[in-house]
Every structure is written in C-alpha cells, then in structure tokens.
C-alpha cells in the first residue's frame, strides 16, 4: 500500500511538471513571439549578411591565379635577312609556359562600400519583414485568449444555473412526497438540469480546444486548470506605430542604397597588375630556351557609354519606390478603417454592457419571484425554467459582452501597433 501511494505521487508530479496554472495576456504575446519557428532565422539573416561583407572586402585582396599552357604553331618569327658572322636563332614551334598572373585593385569608385551599403540595408529589410509576421500573432493570441476566456465566463454562468437547479430539485423531491407538487414539474426540472450539464460539457470541450490551441502557438501546456487572467486593458493613443511602416521605410532606403549602388559601378577603377612565369620562349622570343620572366603595370578601366542601362535601371527602381509608396498608402487606408470599426465595437461594447446591468437585477428579481411561487405551487416547474434561463442568458450576455470589450480594446491596441 505504501509502495503504491509513493508511486502514485510520483506519477501525479511527472503529469504536473510543466503545466502552467496561471496565464495572462501580456506573457501569451511574449511567449508566441519567443515559439515562432522564424525567430531563429534573425540569427541566419545576420550569418548571411556577414558572410556576404566579408566577400565584398576580398576586392582589396590581391587575386592570383596560376595558369599553363603548351602550344605548337604553324609558323614563327624569323629573320630572313642574313647578318654575315651573325645566327640568328628561331624559336620552335612548341612553346611551352607556366605563369602567375596577380592583380590588385586599388580604387574601385566606391563599388564596394556601395555593396556594403545595399547589403545591410537589405538585411534592416528582412529582419522587419520577420517583425511584420511576429507582430501578426498577436491576433491570433487575441482570439484565442478571448475566445477561452468567453468559455471560462459561460462554464462559471451554467455552473451557477446548475447550482440553483439542484437546490431547488430538492426542495420540489420534498414537496413532491408531500404532495404538494406533480412528478411532471420535479422530472421538468431534471431534464433542465441534465440539458444544463450537457451544455457544461460542450462549453467546456470548446475551453480545452482553445487551450490545446493558445498552448500551442505559446509553447506551454494549458489544460482544464489552467486560468487565464482577466487582462486589465486601456484603449491607448490612436498614433499608429505598426512595425509595416518601418518597414516600408527601410524597403524604399533599400532601393535607394541599390541606385547608389548601380551609379557607383560605372565608376572608374584603378588597379595593378602584374605575370611572373617560366617558359620557352620568355619575353626574349629570339632566345630558344626556357627562361623565368615577369612584367608588372598599372591599368585603369572605365565604362564610358553603356547605352543607357544604368539610368533605365535606376529609373526601374524608382518606379518600384513609387509602388511601395502606394502600397503604403493603401495600408494606412486599411488600419484607418479597421481602427475607426473597433473603435465602434468599443462603444458598443460598453453600451450593452450598461443595458445588461439593469437587465440581469430584473431578471434576478423574476427568478426569485418565480422561485418563491413555484415553491408554493402557485406556478409550474415549465415557468419558473423560463423565468430561471432568461436571468441566465442574462448574466451570459453581460459577461460576454464584457469579454467583447476587452477584446475590442485589445483588438483596436493591436491595430494600432500597442497591443
């Protein structure tokens, strides 16, 4: 017996280990944000960015490349006109040589500051695009956590309705050996309290659903006792801050690194050059033996005329800027609307709720009256569950309104990028 608690306590702290009893709104955003399967990619986008800067700096690092060939020709230079006490060698027709060939840029017209540039520009990009998605999960943290949270409100309205029925279920069975009441008012009175622990029932399955699915996107196990706080919720300025418009600043700052970048191109570069290298012949083509040889120089290279294409390039990205603008534009269209209609589910919001306040007394008061009168058997069973499921769906209005509230609240903070 002893051996059997002690595992028993030991199963039921392995089962407990991780659960989470208690959550509220502000740690579900944080959590989501931390579970997101992208967050990581933060980390890669900078690995990239970095890998991408350190190929740019290589310009300035000299390039080397070793090269060989063998090649036999048709004919050679030869100096046909006799030179008395003179013999002029020809070189052969196979030539043979291994070579080095160096080059070193030393200015480039700012191409690589200018790649430099657009690269971390693209990335400032990238990692705002991931905050845009991050931030999108904050709805889905919204529904969800209200969407329990609207369950949890119902469940605790039925449990009170069930309370009350048993009470006065008893009081009707004592009645009833009197024979003060009929079976039909207890068995009416049954059968509501049975439909009543089959809704518990489906608006509990519907809680745990919830849960399964906030636990989910949070990363946390959320079962039926986990409680979720009613979140203390303020409607805050109407200063959008959404993180979409960073991001369509750094979108168009992206474009204008990349025009800098397609300008800075056409630049004139300077570089040396230099071919150390071993053949036959060398430099000396009238010397037939294999010697060692090397030049070195300076050169300039310059793109003067390229019809155009940088300017109908740059002229693309503008374009593109002016498209993004607009999308911009469209945006604020969309968060004004959407603002200006959970502004409106607010108002409305509170507006019910003032209605259900006065509603809820008034049907609490018929209840007690029907109550009073069924105890006395002035009315039947079937009335006094009328009068008994209209003060319920009273309370339920009122708490669920409340919920919408503070969803809508909640919902009009998320918008405006202050959830």
């Not at 199963?11 to 579900?28: D, H, P, R, T």
């Not at 529904?143 to 009707?172: G, H």
């Not at 303020?234 to 750094?250: A, V």
């Not at 108002?347 to 006395?376: C, F, H, P, T, Y």
Request: glycine share 6%; proline share 3%.
């Amino acid at each position: 017996m002893k051996k059997t608690l002690i595992i028993l306590l030991l199963f039921s702290a392995v089962i407990g280990y991780g659960q989470v009893n208690s959550i509220n709104l502000e740690m579900c955003y944080r959590l989501a944000r931390e579970n997101y399967p992208k967050l990581s990619d933060t980390l890669r986008q900078q690995q990239i960015t970095d890998l991408k800067l350190k190929n740019f700096g290589t310009v300035w690092n000299p390039q080397i490349n070793l090269n060989g060939q063998g090649t036999y020709q048709s004919e050679v230079t030869k100096v046909s006109v006799p030179i008395p006490g003179i013999n002029i060698p020809s070189p052969s027709k196979d030539q043979y040589k291994v070579y080095l060939d160096l080059k070193q840029t030393i200015y480039d017209g700012g191409a690589t500051t200018a790649n430099s540039l657009a690269e971390k520009s693209g990335l400032a990009a990238d990692r705002q695009n991931l905050e845009v998605e991050l931030y999108a999960l904050n709805d889905k943290v919204n529904q969800l956590y209200f969407a329990v949270l609207l369950m949890t409100e119902n469940e605790s309205v039925m449990k009170l309705k069930l309370s009350v029925l048993d009470e006065r279920i008893k009081l009707l069975e004592s009645a009833f050996k009197n024979g003060m009441v009929t079976s039909r008012d207890l068995d009416l009175l049954k059968a509501e309290r049975l439909l009543t622990d089959q809704q518990i029932g489906e608006i509990r399955s519907e809680r745990l659903s919830g849960l399964g699915a906030l636990g989910i996107i949070t990363n946390q196990i959320l079962n039926e006792n986990t409680t979720l706080t009613e979140p203390v919720v303020n409607k805050k300025s109407d200063l959008i801050t959404r993180p979409e418009l960073k991001y369509f600043d750094l979108l168009g700052n992206k474009i204008d690194q990349n025009s800098q970048l397609l300008q800075r191109a056409r630049n004139p570069k300077v570089f040396g050059f230099g071919q150390a290298g071993y053949g036959r012949p060398g430099l000396n083509m009238l010397k037939n033996t294999f010697d060692p040889y090397y030049l070195v120089g300076l050169g300039v290279s310059w793109n003067i005329l390229d019809w155009k294409q940088t300017g109908r390039s740059r002229e693309i990205l503008e374009v593109q800027k002016q498209m993004i603008g607009s999308q911009r534009a469209l945006f604020d269209q969309s968060i004004s609307i959407a603002l200006f209609r959970a502004n409106e589910a607010i108002k409305k919001a509170e507006q019910l709720l003032k209605i259900d306040e006065d509603l809820v007394v008034l049907r609490e008061n018929i209840a007690k009256q029907s109550a009073s009168q069924l105890g006395n058997g002035t009315i039947t069973s079937a009335d006094y569950i009328v009068d008994l499921n209209a003060v319920t769906q009273a309370r339920i209005n009122k708490r669920s309104h409340k919920v919408q509230l503070y969803q809508a609240i909640a919902n009009y903070n998320t918008l405006a990028g202050k959830p």
